[in-house]
């Protein structure tokens, strides 16, 4: 609702004092009587003159003088008046407090004016006193049931406080005054905001027979059908416009996205055959076709083959538009065809450079695969022309890592932390790294970072009370992080063996053995959980299963000649 200051012309003062013949006015309370008390003959006319002054500098934009002539008016005779303009005058300087005063006391001599109840509401919200501004329009409703206007700002005062209330509000509105676009088109938005997608599609639809010429408000209702999960209702708006436009292709694309949801592929694919062999059409309308598809693959792989071909059909027809490599490469990630995945995202690297993301997922299949050296190869590239970002120095961190090139690995993951002080990928790596050199006070110190970003990090918290454990430091508090990263990820075969050394080291062995072996028995098990477990039995003084479990391990890693030296001492003994 706009709201109006209007200047007041010289022959109106007299409402200002009190004497407007308006019918908002009433008549009995005391207020008033004390606002019709006669004052003497000089005083009326020495408060008439600082109001017709006051009016003056109100209409040069005055308002501090303004303000001075109003008090001086209310000196002489206190009328709703003279307090009202003092209000306005107040409000234009952004004096709100002041004007709340002041309009208090005009709404207090004439408690039914609506415009002196509106003043004070709006200062109200200036200050986001809402609740007393809500008072206020309640006031008002009250007092002029028949005004849009009045509901309209009821209704938008409680969309801030109560949602429920505002929507009660907007149905009485249309109740008395008939469907208004604005309304509907503030139901629509608070049912969006809710996820409430069904209401928002229906208040929609009234819009449109508000307006039913208006196409580009069908497609929204369109759209909304879709969110709501319509779509018997969203085919019968799509199959609308393409009656009235059978030539927009944006709506053919979004009908047939309608389709492709429905798992109905010929109907969409009719649909998509038009956009895709448009030669007139950019490319942006393509790919949107292409994403279509691509969003589908995570409810059916089986479309795999057709969204490929879209993708393909794009790369064709404009052979250096990157994004249709990319999409390429990512269902070759998702169909596992790393030869697809691979070709694709180094077209993306050629064409984009500058582009991130082609460099990440490259090196991500290699990463994949355990190539670290050909991660290596690719990330080396990508420094070249993308050196600040962060994930490229950190991935390739982590690749030099795992070539054992330990110092060019802390050379790039330093260099990711500098970009980016709270990327926990690299505070993690980092901080391991760190760890395995016994550089502790470094590695602790970016574990605590690391937890200070963010307190319940499974990955910061397994390894961190690892790392303690290891040490024989701060067992218990190592042990209530390694149960929150169990409670994250109560399957994970490294944080139960995590939280069974710790009961190792604690000395409670029945539960050392209970976390061990359920890691073992998730398969594929190292060397290291067969030797806790072997570490586990010797201090339950079971020898022969610490024995059977040890040369387990020893039998996955030949070369741990401390494993070797335990076994022999036990046999010997």
């Known amino acids: 609702m706009k709201t109006l200051v209007v200047t007041i012309p010289i022959f109106c003062v007299a409402a200002f004092l009190g004497c407007s013949g308006s019918k908002e006015a009433g008549s009995g309370s005391a207020a008033q009587h004390e606002e019709q008390k006669a004052v003497s003959g000089p005083a009326h006319e020495m408060a008439k003159q600082h109001m017709i002054n006051g009016s003056l500098f109100e209409m040069k934009g005055e308002h501090a003088q303004a303000v001075l002539e109003f008090q001086d008016a209310l000196r002489y005779e206190r ?8 209000a306005k005058n107040y409000a234009a300087l952004n004096k709100q407090t002041l004007a709340i005063d002041a309009a208090r006391d005009a709404v207090r001599l004439q408690p039914d004016n609506l415009e002196y109840r509106r003043m004070l509401a709006g200062s109200y919200v200036q200050i986001f006193e809402l609740d007393s501004a809500l008072h206020q329009y309640e006031q008002i409703v009250k007092l002029d049931s028949n ?3 009045s509901w309209f700002g009821l209704a938008r005062l409680y969309q801030a406080r109560k949602p429920e209330k505002a929507l009660q509000t907007y149905d ?8 208004q676009w604005e309304v509907l088109l503030q139901i629509v938005e608070m049912h969006n905001s809710t996820g409430n997608f069904l209401k928002a599609a229906e208040a929609m639809k009234r819009m449109t027979e508000i307006d039913p010429s208006n196409l580009d408000l069908q497609q929204s209702l369109g759209r909304a059908y879709m969110r709501a999960n319509q779509t018997d209702e969203a085919l019968k708006v799509y199959r609308d416009l393409i009656e009235r436009d059978p030539d927009n292709l944006e709506f053919r694309t979004e009908f047939g996205g309608v ?24 490319v942006e309308a393509k790919l949107r076709v292409g994403e279509l598809y691509f969003g589908q693959l995570e409810k059916d792989s089986t479309i795999a083959p057709v969204a490929l071909k879209v993708f393909d059909t794009i790369s064709r027809r404009h052979p250096k538009e990157w994004r249709a490599y990319w999409f390429i490469g990512a269902i070759g990630a998702i169909t596992k065809n790393d030869s697809l995945s691979l070709v694709n995202f180094r077209r993306v690297t050629e064409l984009a450079s500058w582009n991130a993301d082609g460099w990440v997922y490259l090196s991500s299949v290699f990463l994949d695969r355990n190539d670290f050296q050909s991660v290596v190869t ?11 970002d962060v994930r490229v120095n950190s991935i390739l961190g982590i690749a030099y890592s795992r070539l054992g090139r330990t110092e060019d690995a802390i050379r790039v993951l330093e260099r990711a932390r500098t970009i980016d002080p709270k990327d926990l990928n690299t505070i993690t790596q980092l901080a391991l790294i760190y760890d395995g050199l016994k550089r502790y006070d470094e590695s602790d110190s970016l574990y605590e970072a690391a937890l200070r970003i963010d307190p319940n990090n499974h990955l910061t918290l397994n390894n961190y009370s690892y790392s303690m454990s290891e040490r024989g430091i701060q067992l218990q508090r190592a042990l209530e992080m390694a149960k929150k990263a169990i409670e994250q990820q109560p399957e994970n075969q490294s944080y139960l063996d995590t939280i069974g050394w710790i009961y190792f080291k604690l000395g409670i062995y029945s539960e050392a053995e209970k976390y061990v072996k359920k890691a073992i028995e998730k398969g594929n098990a190292n060397a290291v959980l067969y030797e806790h477990m072997g570490d586990i039995y010797a201090r339950m003084n079971d020898t022969e299963r610490a024995l059977e479990q040890w040369n387990i391990a020893l039998k996955l890693d030949a070369n741990n000649t401390a494993l ?5 001492r036990s046999t010997t003994r």
């Open 79 to 86: 009328s709703s008046g003279a307090y009202f303009a003092l």
């Open 147 to 149: 005004s849009i206007d």
């Open 172 to 179: 009485e509105i249309i109740n008395r005054f008939g469907p």
């Open 259 to 282: 389709y492709l949801t429905r798992k109905e592929y010929a109907n969409a694919n009719e649909q998509f055959d038009r956009v895709l062999t448009n030669d007139t059409l950019d």
């Open 378 to 388: 690719v990330l080396e590239s990508a420094l070249k022309t993308l050196p600040d």
């Open 564 to 568: 070797r030296e335990k076994i022999q």
